[in-house]
Structure formats: C-alpha cells, structure tokens
C-alpha cells in the first residue's frame, strides 16, 4: 500500500496539473471506485461538474481536492481519495487509450490532459465530503498529524507514544498516533534507530524516541526525494513514473542479504498477516516482561 511518501508525490502531482481546473465531466467505470460516496455514483458525478478543483492536500494517506462553486465561493466540499492497495491518480492526453483498470474519469473545461482513478484490486476509492475551505474533512480528522508536518508535537508524541503498552511497530502503524507510515518504513526507521519492533513502548527513554522519530523523518525525507518506493507497477505518480526508493531500502524485503551497517544477514519475521525484517544484531529482539 502506498505510504507518505508516494502519496505525498501524487499530492504534488495533482497541485500542478489539476488544480485550479474546473471539472466539465465525471465518469464512473465501476461502482466501487465511489461505493465510500454513499449518496451513489449519479450523485457523486452531480456534486463535481462544474466544480473547480481548488488545491489538494494531503492527511497520512489520504488525498483531498476542495471544491468551489461556478462563481468561486467555496462549496464546503471536497473530492477525498484514497490510493488502497492499488490505486492511481493518472494525468493523462484524452487521445491516450484508456487503461484496463479504468474506475473513474475525469474531463475539465479548458479540454486539456484528463484525470483517471485506475485501480487494479478496487481497494481505493473516491469521494465527495463535507469540508470547510482547506481544512481537513471530518471523516479524516481522527488521523494524525504526519512527523513531515511543521506542526508535528514532538513533546506530545513522545509522552502518547511511552504512554502506551504496546510493541513500538505497532505503535507507528497506528495513523491516529502518527500519520502516514506503513510497514516499510516502520521497517527502515526501527533499523536507524536500532529498535526492534516488539520493544515495548512504555520502556523506551526519550533518547531512544528522539532516535526513532529522526529516524521515521529521514526515512521519509529520502523515500520522498526518490518518488516513493515502487515494487512493482501498481505504484506511479500522475504522470505514470515509478520511485526508486526500493534501490536504498537497508532492511525491507531484503531477508538474507547483509545488514549494509554491520554485515549480519537481514532476518524476516511474521507480523501482523505480513512480514517485518531486522537486523539481528542492530536490532536484537527485546528480554521478555517478567510475570
């Protein structure tokens, strides 16, 4: 699933080639693109066209574009998106043929390059919500403020993050503790901060948290100066280019390969329905609670 940084590219993407461009039609390809506008599909096309665009913004992994009526006041509205699994936010020539996963399109007034929601396993979706101008929608105010954010709390984070008894990967997989990270760069900040996953979080000292957040953030610095991380070709930006950030990962999906710090083999452990890679001797897996 696309995390931070490669929604974070898409965002900017979608700042230079849509915004400010008023929507003249919508075409939804198959219903569960907007099944999270429960209002439907017809509805969903009536609350855009004739809208414009006005910016786009990004929440964790959350995507949204406020809108404006025909005479420029804002409508209290936003177009809300979420990538999934799979999706992507294409800009694309209207004589470009039309993608095998095609969900939705979107056409503007000034006939330029069109928008199209592409999305493969139909986890991603689109939506119109309530929003006053370019603050967050209600539906995604409950997450939290990524470490990316000049108003990221780091004293707050600190104290939420000891408060809980949880192990620390958990903890940063947790979008309304901290926003926008997934399993690869959890993966990548524990192995900066020499942290396995399971340590308990209500044991970590502050130095030790100060480490992991300088860790999430360069992580995500980096990630995000490279395009993302691209595995595949289920990830691209809006204009269909993959990020490079696989060829520096240190840790994730790197199992049996030395550790690039000390040399020792990478290990790959069971998480959660997926899998967490460390380094054994980095990152050696924390003493048990006594009973």
Not at 151 to 174: H, P, Q, Y
């Amino acid at each position: 699933m696309p995390e931070l940084p490669e929604v974070e590219v898409v965002r900017r993407g979608l700042e230079q080639w849509v915004a400010g461009r008023t929507v003249a039609a919508v075409e939804v390809h198959h219903p569960r693109a907007v099944r999270r506008h429960l209002e439907g599909a017809d509805h969903f096309v009536e609350a855009l066209t004739g809208r414009t665009l006005t910016a786009a913004h990004r929440r964790g992994k959350y995507l949204w574009l406020p809108l404006a009526e025909p005479d420029g006041s804002p409508s209290g509205r936003a177009l809300v998106g979420h990538l999934g699994m799979s999706g992507q936010l294409l800009v694309e020539k209207p004589s470009a043929p039309d993608e095998t996963h095609l969900r939705a399109r979107f056409t503007f007034t000034d006939r330029g390059r069109e928008l199209r929601f592409v999305d493969q396993r139909t986890f991603g979706g689109l939506a119109v919500e309530e929003a006053d101008g370019d603050d967050v929608p209600g539906r995604l105010a409950h997450i939290a403020i990524d470490p990316l954010d000049e108003s990221f709390d780091v004293d707050a984070f600190t104290a939420a993050l000891r408060r809980r008894r949880t192990e620390v990967k958990r903890a940063l997989l947790d979008q309304t503790l901290i926003g926008g990270v997934g399993n690869i760069y959890a993966d990548e900040a524990l192995w900066r901060a020499r942290l396995h996953g399971s340590r308990p979080t209500d044991r970590l000292t502050r130095a030790q948290v100060a480490d992991l957040l300088d860790g999430v953030r360069d992580v995500l610095g980096e990630a995000l100066a490279q395009g993302g991380t691209s595995f595949d070709s289920l990830y691209v930006d809006v204009n269909g280019q993959s990020g490079y950030f696989s060829r520096f990962l240190a840790v994730y999906g790197q199992e049996d390969r030395p550790c690039p710090r000390c040399g020792t083999p990478i290990r790959r452990e069971s998480f959660m329905n997926r899998s967490s890679y460390s380094c054994p001797t980095c990152q050696p897996r924390p003493r048990a609670r006594r009973a």
